[in-house]
């Protein structure tokens, strides 16, 4: 991964993309410290793709097949408002 100052890559910027979609992720520094990534947008698809549904996490869970209680015991208020 190379990494650019903010200045250099607002200067050569279409650098910037160009070796992002040609050699991967681009970090862009500011004041020294990594603060954003340019990614080809094949790369982002990649990271953005669902891994899956939440039905499925669930069933992958340690805790599928535990039989939990989630009944309430009554109304219960958690906030009136404000003092009166």
Request: glycine share 10%; proline share 6%.
């Amino acid at each position: 991964m190379t990494r650019w100052t903010i200045r250099e890559a607002k200067s050569r910027y279409s650098e910037v993309v160009r070796r992002a979609r040609d050699e991967g992720p681009q970090i862009i520094t500011l004041r020294g410290r990594d603060a954003a990534v340019v990614l080809s947008a094949s790369g982002y698809a990649h990271q953005a793709k669902p891994k899956g549904s939440l039905v499925d996490f669930f069933r992958k869970s340690p805790l599928a097949g535990i039989a939990l209680d989630v009944g309430r015991s009554g109304p219960q208020i958690l906030w009136r408002g404000a003092p009166s």
